[in-house]
């Protein structure tokens, strides 16, 4: 980031949730780089930037949708960059039907599934020699991981490199000129995407637009490169993907991907988030972003490895075989063999989502008994807040391993519910463990950031009387599970007695950390140089003879040297700062290098020099380790028949990708569309302008009386909850206050849960600076105290103002932490992404009134009241597709009662009443 | 009483660590917070809580003073993060006074090693202490950057390691004294409580740690936040410039830990003069309301060892616009009470010899 010469800081707010990474935002700005911080509030990070452009919460797609049109129709685009490095050139299937084409849907959606076949969004194939044009992909078979089965977060299942095309081999038309090649359609995609409707749609003044595209299209191009950065304000939202997408496809066009200061950064919230899904507490993921197996798609090892790359395809994930054999090898050692299909029927298979909220619905079903909460507190960090804590005495028991007594493990006495009468203690037949855990001083380990870096950690002291780090924690639990099971002769216990657990001890009994990553790195099996440590990936093999606990880690303990463990102050002398950490995969700090030089290799410029083809030792060579086949000239045209990295052409920077190209536009893979594409959000007082569908039509919906929405637009009782409110994280406080309420130097600096509203809005509500506001959602009533501040701005969309409301979601009800407060998540409802499953908590719709809550159970009869009078009932929001004369005659119906223009007397705010 | 035989200077420019008589002075050691760049993180402040082991103060209430919620310096606050929110009005007002300080031919342009007195046109801020840019106004670009609606600034405050610091020349004790790295330091074991330099400070910045008002909160039905027993109750409290951690040429964690560099800590001649370039960039960028605050050696307090770059006033930040050090007309005073005695002896001389005849 440190060499962007411009920066924009969009669905994040960098300076007060990664203050840390935020130096190199700093050090650009004093290099002298542009930044620009768009966001829906003024925040810490809009007061050093140098322009803050105010946004509608949620309609982000529009924006970036409105930067694309304008680098399109301004000729702004870096064309040779476009027509080599991505897939502008490609042919996509004469079958493609647009949004455009069909008022807001894709070609291919079933409204019966609510999901897309997505056959007509692949490539067009080259006709084959009996001449039958089949399309890339018809096979239906090819296609069930991404539409029939149910809900099983498809985007995450095919791993980093996008879903399998069957051969490398795709048609071109290098003048783009062909209307079904991809940048026509993207063109076409585009066009209603103008400043007048970013306008209408994001309330994006004119002149703010025009700075932005300006600053951006200015600052891209052979010599300057522009940076995106983004975080939970992009991936908490129904189409959270799409907006990174969007971002994707802008940043392609502007040649700004695999450069240095390009980009497009996904700041990661906690010390190693990025960790935890390379090495993943995801549902769907095995490690290295190997997809988990599905049940009835996956029964033999064979399909399994088809679904996630052909042998055919280019690019890296065609060894896609080694990769999951030495995982298993490093999983069950000597118990995974070739006869036994390196044991891939030891791992469970998928038969749906199992995410959190899919955990949370189970529990109420009564269908889970057990539960841990490790590193998370439910309780006041999940949407639908309610529903959680209402979720957790459904179990027989949980398990809370933190480093305080949290909300998630004290519910059971003084959550809300308690409070409100709703749950009584001694009803409550859930026995809660709490087991105290070590702090990230007192164990040893890495962390895994934003930029890819594994950092070691080194234990500072020991962990207080019981607590014990999560590594001790589990190993133990390990040895007492497979003690249990020790003599069992049960198949089912196979795998816990195969599995390798035989970590070398400290002199404390603790299990070594080191030893845990020399076996992620991989290790040499056989042969005469077994037990190695194991140098790359690329020596990772299909065979047996290596095990690798996460291949894309591979390399980080090369030669027995832990590489995270490197500390050169700067990172050494060299710019890309080699000495210091480990960058996986195989220590390059900048992804897809590549592209940093021309099709023939050379820098695109001096300033932006990187990594460049050197004729005279005919090897890639630069400032990084080069992300490309190191000896494969930029010209060289290997046959796309050989598949897999062998048949990488010399103009192939993409070597994760099945093509080689970066993708405008994503024949597979994401589950809601080939392009992103503006819906509004689950619940939104704004019409769609662009099409008659409102909201994604491939939502994941959950119509329940505990999960309720607010009308959107068109809908009756849109006046009820008028307010858009969004919410975020403070840089005192962290995320559900498990590591900052019980500190007495954090908790003092914000002390109280309170709600950011404009000057108009205080006014119009009656709120008053520092008072008491109460704020009411169809989940949830909370109280928060007020600052007024011209922090918020309210927006012009549509014709009319749209306020929006900020909430800081720290706080939680409990009588354990130094500082305590309403839960902002009790206000979210559980609507989904189809590609991550990540819910949609930056917007929502919600009324806001002056004074505090009621209190022992009144507060349930106001939630009620406001259900009633916005007529709400589960199938509000969720009608998978926009009835277009529902919509017209409801507005009608609205308009002729006369009461959506005008606010109904009954809901005046009722200071008065409590 | 004051200690006057020291003999030490009272106002004006000099090196405080060698006018103490240390035998080994070392290089004078200070601040440089370049509120420019600050972020608002408050790291600052809890770095400095736990590295002093500070007790947390106040009362766990939203003041609604913007993001400030521990309200300003005190005994247990050390460093202490200003948060100000200002419209358009405003920052034309701000540009336009710092546009001032600079075309009024501010002691600004006047770097340490001139010599030169301050020229005679000077206005009365000449003697104050902010100032402007090094640089002749008439050349900058006054392009005014792009965020001119609304702003929200903030600023970390500290102990400002006066040259001719109040506190230390009032205590009647010896407990204030002054370091070998010109740095102002209570020394908690001889402090006798009488808060005398509390008043003596003319920024406000030290305070008597209280005795029963620094429990934990004020709170109804509040039973949580116990804290470790408030230390050193009764004494005087305020920075040290982490003078334990400058002996073991540790730099002070305020600095160590601020993520973007705005609290920059060294060579207090270096700092001054960078600050003076980094005031000088800013104009250039036509961000002309700039200006330094504690650099200019010939203020009320013979600058200080922390400085600060403001967007604003100093009052904006709650910091005095002219502070002067309550001893600064001590050798006046004496001279003056000197006359004022011989002539009452005088007097009384006369009026025995009077009485005699």
């Given at each position: 980031m440190a060499n962007a010469d411009c920066i924009v800081l969009q669905g994040g707010n960098m300076a007060e949730a990664h203050p840390v990474g935020f130096q190199w935002v700093s050090e650009a700005k004093a290099r002298g780089a542009k930044v620009i911080h768009v966001d829906p509030r003024f925040t810490r990070t809009s007061a050093v930037a140098d322009r803050h452009i105010p946004l509608r919460a949620g309609s982000d797609v529009a924006l970036l949708g409105g930067l694309i049109n304008y680098v399109l129709t301004h000729d702004k685009w870096f064309k040779e960059y476009v027509v080599a490095?991505?897939?502008?050139?490609t042919i996509v299937s004469e079958d493609f039907r647009d949004t455009e084409d069909l008022d807001g849907l894709f070609s291919g959606f079933d409204p019966e599934t609510g999901?897309?076949?997505?056959?007509?969004?692949?490539y067009a194939a080259p006709k084959s020699e009996d001449g039958?044009?089949?399309?890339?992909?018809?096979?239906p078979s090819a296609n069930d991981a991404n539409?029939?089965?149910?809900?099983?977060?498809?985007?995450?299942?095919?791993?980093?490199?996008g879903p399998a095309l069957e051969h490398a081999e795709v048609l071109r038309d290098?003048?783009?000129?062909?209307?079904?090649?991809v940048f026509q359609i993207l063109k076409r995609h585009y066009a209603r995407y103008t400043p007048e409707l970013v306008e209408e749609l994001c309330g994006v003044s004119a002149a703010d637009f025009d700075y932005l595209a300006r600053a951006v299209t200015e600052n891209s191009g052979r010599d300057r490169t522009t940076c995106f950065g983004y975080a939970t304000g992009w991936t908490q939202h129904t189409l959270g993907a799409q907006f990174i997408r969007t971002a994707a496809v802008l940043q392609l066009l502007l040649g700004n991907?695999?450069?240095?200061?390009g980009g497009i950064m996904a700041?990661?919230?906690?010390?190693s988030i990025q960790g935890s899904t390379d090495?993943?507490?995801?549902?769907n993921l095995l490690p290295g972003y190997l997809p988990m197996p599905i049940a009835g798609q996956h029964d033999t090892l064979q399909d399994y490895l088809d679904g996630i790359a052909s042998?055919?395809?280019?690019?890296?994930?065609?060894n896609a075989d080694a990769y999951f054999v030495s995982l298993m090898k490093s999983y069950f050692g000597d118990g995974a063999t070739a006869e036994n299909n390196w044991?891939?029927?030891?791992l469970p298979r998928l038969t749906g989502a199992h995410g959190t909220y899919q955990t949370t619905l189970a529990m109420l079903a009564d269908e889970v008994e057990g539960f841990f909460v490790l590193g998370q507190n439910p309780a006041v960090g999940s949407a639908n807040g309610r529903m959680q804590r209402l979720a957790?005495?459904?179990?027989k028991w949980m398990v809370v391993r933190d480093l305080s007594l949290i909300e998630s493990a004290t519910w059971w006495k003084d959550s809300p519910e308690i409070a409100s009468g709703e749950m009584r203690t001694e009803d409550i037949e859930t026995e809660v463990f709490f087991m105290p855990a070590a702090t990230h001083v007192e164990k040893a380990g890495t962390f895994t950031q934003t930029q890819r870096l594994l950092q070691w950690r080194h234990k500072a002291l020991a962990p207080p009387e019981e607590c014990q780090s999560d590594l001790d924690f589990f190993y133990q639990l390990g040895v007492r599970i497979r003690e249990l099971v020790a003599?069992?002769?049960?198949?089912?216990?196979r795998p816990l007695l195969d599995m390798t657990w035989d970590y070398p001890l400290d002199e404390h009994g603790d299990p070594i950390p080191e030893s845990v990553l020399r076996e992620i790195n991989g290790v040499q099996l056989?042969?005469?140089?077994?037990g190695r440590a194991l140098s790359?990936?690329?020596?990772?093999?299909?065979?047996?003879s290596t095990a690798c606990g996460c291949w894309i880690y591979s390399?980080?303990?090369?030669?027995?040297?832990?590489?995270?463990?490197?500390?050169t102050p700067q990172g050494g002398p060299g710019v890309s700062q080699h000495e210091w950490g480990w960058a996986w995969p195989a220590d390059?700090?900048?992804?897809?290098?590549?592209?940093?030089?021309?099709?023939?290799?050379?820098?695109?410029s001096e300033r932006k020099k990187y990594i460049w083809w050197d004729e005279a030792q005919q090897r890639w060579v630069g400032d990084?380790?080069?992300?490309?086949?190191?000896?494969?000239?930029?010209h060289a045209k290997p046959?796309?028949?050989?598949?897999?990295?062998?048949?990488?052409?010399?103009?192939?920077?993409?070597?994760?990708q099945s093509d080689g190209k970066g993708w405008?536009?994503?024949?597979?893979?994401?589950?809601?569309?080939p392009l992103p594409t503006h819906y509004e959000p689950?619940?939104?007082?704004?019409?769609?302008?662009?099409?008659?569908?409102?909201?994604?039509?491939t939502r994941i919906m959950y119509a329940r009386e505990d999960n309720l929405g607010a009308p959107s637009y068109?809908?009756?009782?849109?006046?009820?909850?008028p307010y858009v409110f969004t919410t975020y994280r403070l840089t005192e406080h962290h995320t559900a206050?498990?590591?900052?309420?019980?500190?007495p130097y954090l908790s003092e600096l914000q002390p109280e849960m309170f709600c950011e509203v404009s000057p108009a809005l205080a006014a119009e509500r009656g709120l008053e600076e520092g008072g008491w506001a109460t704020i009411i959602s169809p989940r949830a009533v909370i109280e928060a105290r007020v600052l007024v501040t011209d922090r918020m701005t309210p927006l012009t969309v549509g014709g009319r103002t749209v306020h929006q409301v900020g909430l800081p979601y720290h706080w939680g009800v409990g009588?354990?932490?130094i500082v305590t407060g309403d839960a902002a998540n009790d206000l979210i409802g559980i609507t989904l992404d189809?590609?991550?499953?990540?819910?949609?908590?930056k917007v929502g719709s919600c009324d806001v009134i002056a004074g505090r809550r009621p209190r022992d159970g009144a507060e349930l009869e106001l939630l009620d009241e406001y259900i009633r009078r916005a007529g709400v009932t589960p199938a509000t929001d969720n009608q998978?597709?926009?009835?277009p004369e529902a919509e017209t005659a409801a507005l009608s119906a609205a308009e002729a009662e006369g009461d959506f223009a005008k606010p109904n007397p009954d809901d005046e705010p009722g200071g008065s009443r409590w | 009483m004051v200690n006057l035989s020291l003999g030490h200077q009272f106002s004006g420019p000099t090196d405080p660590a060698a006018d103490a008589h240390?035998?080994?002075?070392?290089e004078r050691k200070g601040f440089f917070t370049d509120?420019?760049?600050?972020?608002?993180?408050?790291a600052c402040e809890v770095a400095c809580k736990e590295w002093n082991h500070n007790p947390r103060d106040g009362?766990?209430?939203?003041?609604?003073?913007?993001?400030?919620?521990?309200v300003s310096l005190g005994a247990s606050t050390w460093r202490h993060v200003a948060f100000v929110e200002q419209d358009k009005e405003r920052i034309e007002v701000a540009r336009e006074s710092g546009r001032r300080l600079v075309s009024l031919?501010?002691?600004?342009?006047?770097?340490?090693?001139?010599?030169?007195?301050?020229?005679?046109?000077?206005?009365?801020?000449?003697?104050?202490?902010t100032d402007g840019a090094?640089?002749?106004?008439?050349?900058?670009?006054?392009?005014?950057?792009?965020?001119?609606?609304f702003r929200w600034l903030m600023a970390s405050d500290v102990?400002?390691?006066?040259?001719?610091a109040g506190c230390l020349d009032v205590c009647p004790t010896g407990a204030l004294m002054r370091t070998e790295f010109g740095t102002v330091v209570v020394q908690d074991d001889v402090?006798?409580?009488?808060?005398t330099c509390v008043a003596g400070c003319p920024f406000g910045v030290v305070e008597r740690r209280s005795?029963?008002?620094?429990?934990?909160t004020t709170r109804?039905?509040?039973?949580?936040?116990?804290?470790?027993d408030v230390p050193k109750r009764g004494v005087a409290q305020k920075c040290t410039l982490c003078y334990d951690r400058l002996l073991d040429d540790e730099t002070p964690a305020c600095a160590k830990t601020c993520p973007t560099t705005s609290i920059k800590f060294g060579d207090h001649d270096d700092l001054v003069t960078d600050a003076r370039e980094r005031v000088a960039q800013l104009h250039a960028q036509g961000m002309t309301e700039a200006r330094l605050y504690g650099?200019?050696?010939?203020?009320g307090v013979g600058g200080t060892g922390a400085l600060f770059l403001l967007l604003d006033e100093p009052e904006v930040y709650g910091l005095p616009p002219d502070p002067r050090v309550c001893t600064a007309d001590l050798p006046e005073m004496a001279k003056r009470a000197a006359i004022a005695t011989g002539g009452m002896l005088a007097a009384a001389a006369l009026a025995f010899l009077g009485g005699r005849r």
């Amino acid at each position: 980031m440190a060499n962007a010469d411009c920066i924009v800081l969009q669905g994040g707010n960098m300076a007060e949730a990664h203050p840390v990474g935020f130096q190199w935002v700093s050090e650009a700005k004093a290099r002298g780089a542009k930044v620009i911080h768009v966001d829906p509030r003024f925040t810490r990070t809009s007061a050093v930037a140098d322009r803050h452009i105010p946004l509608r919460a949620g309609s982000d797609v529009a924006l970036l949708g409105g930067l694309i049109n304008y680098v399109l129709t301004h000729d702004k685009w870096f064309k040779e960059y476009v027509v080599a490095y991505t897939n502008a050139a490609t042919i996509v299937s004469e079958d493609f039907r647009d949004t455009e084409d069909l008022d807001g849907l894709f070609s291919g959606f079933d409204p019966e599934t609510g999901k897309y076949d997505m056959t007509s969004w692949s490539y067009a194939a080259p006709k084959s020699e009996d001449g039958d044009g089949k399309v890339e992909g018809s096979d239906p078979s090819a296609n069930d991981a991404n539409s029939n089965t149910k809900e099983t977060a498809p985007g995450d299942a095919h791993g980093s490199g996008g879903p399998a095309l069957e051969h490398a081999e795709v048609l071109r038309d290098d003048t783009l000129q062909d209307p079904n090649t991809v940048f026509q359609i993207l063109k076409r995609h585009y066009a209603r995407y103008t400043p007048e409707l970013v306008e209408e749609l994001c309330g994006v003044s004119a002149a703010d637009f025009d700075y932005l595209a300006r600053a951006v299209t200015e600052n891209s191009g052979r010599d300057r490169t522009t940076c995106f950065g983004y975080a939970t304000g992009w991936t908490q939202h129904t189409l959270g993907a799409q907006f990174i997408r969007t971002a994707a496809v802008l940043q392609l066009l502007l040649g700004n991907v695999g450069r240095p200061g390009g980009g497009i950064m996904a700041l990661r919230g906690h010390a190693s988030i990025q960790g935890s899904t390379d090495i993943p507490t995801l549902f769907n993921l095995l490690p290295g972003y190997l997809p988990m197996p599905i049940a009835g798609q996956h029964d033999t090892l064979q399909d399994y490895l088809d679904g996630i790359a052909s042998k055919k395809q280019k690019g890296y994930w065609a060894n896609a075989d080694a990769y999951f054999v030495s995982l298993m090898k490093s999983y069950f050692g000597d118990g995974a063999t070739a006869e036994n299909n390196w044991g891939f029927d030891y791992l469970p298979r998928l038969t749906g989502a199992h995410g959190t909220y899919q955990t949370t619905l189970a529990m109420l079903a009564d269908e889970v008994e057990g539960f841990f909460v490790l590193g998370q507190n439910p309780a006041v960090g999940s949407a639908n807040g309610r529903m959680q804590r209402l979720a957790l005495p459904h179990l027989k028991w949980m398990v809370v391993r933190d480093l305080s007594l949290i909300e998630s493990a004290t519910w059971w006495k003084d959550s809300p519910e308690i409070a409100s009468g709703e749950m009584r203690t001694e009803d409550i037949e859930t026995e809660v463990f709490f087991m105290p855990a070590a702090t990230h001083v007192e164990k040893a380990g890495t962390f895994t950031q934003t930029q890819r870096l594994l950092q070691w950690r080194h234990k500072a002291l020991a962990p207080p009387e019981e607590c014990q780090s999560d590594l001790d924690f589990f190993y133990q639990l390990g040895v007492r599970i497979r003690e249990l099971v020790a003599e069992s002769t049960d198949e089912r216990d196979r795998p816990l007695l195969d599995m390798t657990w035989d970590y070398p001890l400290d002199e404390h009994g603790d299990p070594i950390p080191e030893s845990v990553l020399r076996e992620i790195n991989g290790v040499q099996l056989t042969g005469p140089d077994a037990g190695r440590a194991l140098s790359g990936y690329q020596e990772l093999k299909a065979d047996g003879s290596t095990a690798c606990g996460c291949w894309i880690y591979s390399g980080v303990f090369a030669d027995d040297v832990n590489m995270s463990a490197r500390r050169t102050p700067q990172g050494g002398p060299g710019v890309s700062q080699h000495e210091w950490g480990w960058a996986w995969p195989a220590d390059r700090r900048i992804l897809y290098n590549r592209a940093s030089a021309d099709p023939d290799g050379k820098p695109w410029s001096e300033r932006k020099k990187y990594i460049w083809w050197d004729e005279a030792q005919q090897r890639w060579v630069g400032d990084d380790v080069p992300d490309f086949p190191v000896d494969r000239a930029p010209h060289a045209k290997p046959d796309p028949e050989v598949g897999g990295p062998a048949a990488i052409t010399g103009d192939d920077p993409f070597i994760m990708q099945s093509d080689g190209k970066g993708w405008l536009f994503a024949p597979k893979g994401l589950v809601d569309g080939p392009l992103p594409t503006h819906y509004e959000p689950q619940e939104s007082p704004v019409d769609n302008a662009l099409y008659t569908q409102q909201q994604s039509p491939t939502r994941i919906m959950y119509a329940r009386e505990d999960n309720l929405g607010a009308p959107s637009y068109g809908s009756k009782g849109v006046e009820v909850f008028p307010y858009v409110f969004t919410t975020y994280r403070l840089t005192e406080h962290h995320t559900a206050g498990g590591m900052s309420r019980w500190l007495p130097y954090l908790s003092e600096l914000q002390p109280e849960m309170f709600c950011e509203v404009s000057p108009a809005l205080a006014a119009e509500r009656g709120l008053e600076e520092g008072g008491w506001a109460t704020i009411i959602s169809p989940r949830a009533v909370i109280e928060a105290r007020v600052l007024v501040t011209d922090r918020m701005t309210p927006l012009t969309v549509g014709g009319r103002t749209v306020h929006q409301v900020g909430l800081p979601y720290h706080w939680g009800v409990g009588d354990q932490a130094i500082v305590t407060g309403d839960a902002a998540n009790d206000l979210i409802g559980i609507t989904l992404d189809p590609n991550t499953q990540i819910q949609e908590s930056k917007v929502g719709s919600c009324d806001v009134i002056a004074g505090r809550r009621p209190r022992d159970g009144a507060e349930l009869e106001l939630l009620d009241e406001y259900i009633r009078r916005a007529g709400v009932t589960p199938a509000t929001d969720n009608q998978r597709l926009t009835d277009p004369e529902a919509e017209t005659a409801a507005l009608s119906a609205a308009e002729a009662e006369g009461d959506f223009a005008k606010p109904n007397p009954d809901d005046e705010p009722g200071g008065s009443r409590w | 009483m004051v200690n006057l035989s020291l003999g030490h200077q009272f106002s004006g420019p000099t090196d405080p660590a060698a006018d103490a008589h240390w035998p080994d002075v070392r290089e004078r050691k200070g601040f440089f917070t370049d509120t420019s760049i600050c972020i608002g993180c408050k790291a600052c402040e809890v770095a400095c809580k736990e590295w002093n082991h500070n007790p947390r103060d106040g009362d766990l209430e939203l003041t609604a003073m913007s993001y400030d919620n521990t309200v300003s310096l005190g005994a247990s606050t050390w460093r202490h993060v200003a948060f100000v929110e200002q419209d358009k009005e405003r920052i034309e007002v701000a540009r336009e006074s710092g546009r001032r300080l600079v075309s009024l031919g501010m002691p600004s342009v006047r770097r340490p090693q001139d010599d030169a007195p301050p020229g005679p046109g000077a206005s009365a801020d000449a003697t104050g202490t902010t100032d402007g840019a090094p640089t002749a106004y008439g050349n900058v670009d006054t392009t005014p950057p792009d965020t001119p609606e609304f702003r929200w600034l903030m600023a970390s405050d500290v102990c400002k390691h006066c040259t001719h610091a109040g506190c230390l020349d009032v205590c009647p004790t010896g407990a204030l004294m002054r370091t070998e790295f010109g740095t102002v330091v209570v020394q908690d074991d001889v402090c006798n409580g009488c808060g005398t330099c509390v008043a003596g400070c003319p920024f406000g910045v030290v305070e008597r740690r209280s005795d029963g008002t620094a429990a934990p909160t004020t709170r109804e039905g509040e039973r949580k936040g116990e804290q470790p027993d408030v230390p050193k109750r009764g004494v005087a409290q305020k920075c040290t410039l982490c003078y334990d951690r400058l002996l073991d040429d540790e730099t002070p964690a305020c600095a160590k830990t601020c993520p973007t560099t705005s609290i920059k800590f060294g060579d207090h001649d270096d700092l001054v003069t960078d600050a003076r370039e980094r005031v000088a960039q800013l104009h250039a960028q036509g961000m002309t309301e700039a200006r330094l605050y504690g650099a200019n050696e010939l203020d009320g307090v013979g600058g200080t060892g922390a400085l600060f770059l403001l967007l604003d006033e100093p009052e904006v930040y709650g910091l005095p616009p002219d502070p002067r050090v309550c001893t600064a007309d001590l050798p006046e005073m004496a001279k003056r009470a000197a006359i004022a005695t011989g002539g009452m002896l005088a007097a009384a001389a006369l009026a025995f010899l009077g009485g005699r005849r």
